[in-house]
């Protein structure tokens, strides 16, 4: 309350001042007039000042709490834990996850195994100790070794193959099963 009537007062020096500048006549009235205004004015920005005063001793108390930095310091513990118990669910679901994938990736594989690719369309012609495969839509290595019971390094051996890629049309030797 000192900061606010140390307010007054210096609202009431600064319309004397104002006051002095007028003719006599109308001196008293303008200054009573300019007074009561500049008081309004400053008594104003006393209120906001006490009201953001007020909201920021509240804010401290609240972090404070009843016994002193203990209030904080139970705030920042507490966003810890619950840091803490994030950290493990995002675990526990990253397993979960893991878990769900490699049970899918597993199902495929077995899917893949338990349905052999059918065998090749064409028949393959009978050369010496081999058979000629032509190449077709949909084919690679690991299907014509499993087609006529070889293996795919056999086959690129055979075929003097340097990567697993194989063209339509391509024609392949194999051996005779």
Known sequence: MK??????????????TAAAQQPAAGRDAFVKQ?????????????????????????????????????????????????IADLKREMAAMRGEI???????IVQL???????????????????????????VAGDNLSIIAHAFGTTVDKIKE???LKSNNLRIGQKLMVPKK
């Open 3 to 16: 900061a606010k009537s140390m307010l007054v007062l210096a609202a009431v020096l600064s319309a004397g």
């Open 34 to 82: 300019q007074a009561y205004a500049e008081m309004q004015r400053v008594l104003g920005q006393v209120d906001v000042l006490q009201g953001n005063f007020e909201d920021l001793s509240a804010r401290v108390r609240r972090i404070e709490g009843a016994d002193g930095s203990k209030g904080l310091q139970a705030e920042i513990d507490s966003l810890r834990a619950q």
């Open 98 to 104: 893991v878990k769900d994938l490699t049970a899918k």
């Open 109 to 135: 594989q077995k899917s893949q195994a338990v349905a052999p690719a059918a065998p090749p369309p064409a028949q393959p012609k009978v050369i010496g100790p081999h058979l000629e495969y032509e190449v």
């Open 158 to 160: 055979m075929n003097s």
